[in-house]
């Protein structure tokens, strides 16, 4: 079984602190670059800027396997500038606005450290207290000496840290899923073609993952994602059938969600996996969302696929929280399943 240590832990800090939102992923594609290039028969960077990697397997025809995991994270684009240190911005990816508020961001690519001001609750009339406030009345305040240009991306300024058990930091969506393809790169199986897909614009509508799957033309695909948990204590009250995981359960494996419905016979292959090599496992069950599945299943002729992702709290908020365990066993359920892979579970009705 494979484990998370110290270089690990300090490998997902480097990508969870790195400004990469989604159209600007430099950050992470150099991070992933410097890690990828010693274990790799083959490095891509696309047209649109995601990292494409082959390690090649052995034999005459070796399944192909396509593994994804989205590089960029949901933040914010500077769109004007107010002059004296105020910037007009726009919501990149699905925020909720009501978070915003006082909210210490990270500003281009010298990080200049801002706030998200807006007018504070004594200054408020009844009225506009009713409502939340939303991103067209606030700016982001650099302060009178704070430069930063139209196009610049910022995102929340949150520092990854280790709490016990747990990891809290802000894009644990989807740098937990980078660092995992990295890891299973390193001990990558020799009878498959390992296919690895470090993609952009997942937040903004699965892009770059669309262009990957054309390239690699996958025997089949998992998306590698990080899934929001709802285990809240009394949760909205009454049983819960939508986005069921669970912080300390395991991996949670898709059967459906909004773009995708999950190949039945890799969803039955996974399971069985895990059982047999007694790594705990959850399904989460059909709602909303969605990975870069629902992209490449699409692409040329179709591709079965699954997503597998690690459970995280507070999606898209400046923090969130996931446990280490949930990691290491989503981590070694890939694995194992790289490694009994035959193209016979494609044929398995």
């Known amino acids: 079984m494979l484990s ?20 600007d992923e430099g950050e992470v594609r150099r991070i992933v670059l ?32 396509l593994l994804d995991a989205h590089m960029d994270e949901v933040g914010f684009m500077i769109v004007h500038d107010d002059e004296e240190g105020f910037y007009q911005f726009e919501v990149v990816g699905g925020i909720d606005e009501r978070h915003l508020a006082g909210k210490q961001v990270m500003v281009g690519r ?4 801002g706030v998200i001001g807006a007018k504070p609750i004594h200054l408020a009339t009844p009225e506009e207290l009713k409502h939340a406030i939303g991103a067209d009345a606030m700016r ?72 990957a799957a054309h390239y690699f033309e996958p025997d089949l695909a998992i998306a590698v994602d990080s899934t929001p948990a709802r285990d809240l204590p009394q949760y909205e009250g009454g049983e819960n059938f939508t986005y069921n995981t669970r912080l300390g359960f395991g991996p949670a494996i898709y059967m459906a969600n909004s773009s995708t419905i999950d190949d039945p ?42 997503s597998v992702s690690v459970p995280h709290r507070y999606t898209h908020s400046p923090v969130s929280v996931s446990r280490v365990e949930d990691w290491k066993n989503t981590l070694n359920l890939l694995h194992s399943a790289l490694k009994s892979m035959t193209r016979g579970i494609l044929t398995n009705k």
């Open 34 to 65: 410097e890690q990828v290039k010693p274990f790799a028969d083959e490095v891509k960077v696309d047209a649109l800027g995601s990292v494409l990697v082959r390690k090649k397997g052995t034999g005459k025809r070796p399944l192909r396997v």
């Open 265 to 306: 016979r890799l969803v039955r292959f996974l399971a069985e996996t895990a059982e047999r090599e007694k790594i705990p496992y959850q399904f989460r069950q059909p709602g909303g969302g969605g990975t870069n599945a629902g992209a490449i299943q699409q692409s040329r002729a179709g591709v079965p696929v699954v």
């Open 4 to 23: 998370i240590g110290t270089p690990q832990i300090k490998l997902l800090e480097k990508l969870c602190n790195a400004v990469s939102v989604s159209g």
């Open 140 to 211: 982001i305040d650099l302060g009178p000496e704070g430069k930063a240009k139209v196009g610049d991306r910022a995102t929340f300024a949150t520092k990854f840290k280790k709490v016990g058990p747990s990891i809290m930091s802000k894009s644990i969506d989807d740098r937990i899923g980078v660092a995992i393809l990295i890891e299973l790169l390193k001990h990558a199986p020799k009878d498959i073609e390992l296919c690895l897909a470090f993609s952009v614009q997942e937040e903004i509508g699965l892009r770059g993952a669309k262009v």
């Open 110 to 113: 010298d990080h200049a450290i």
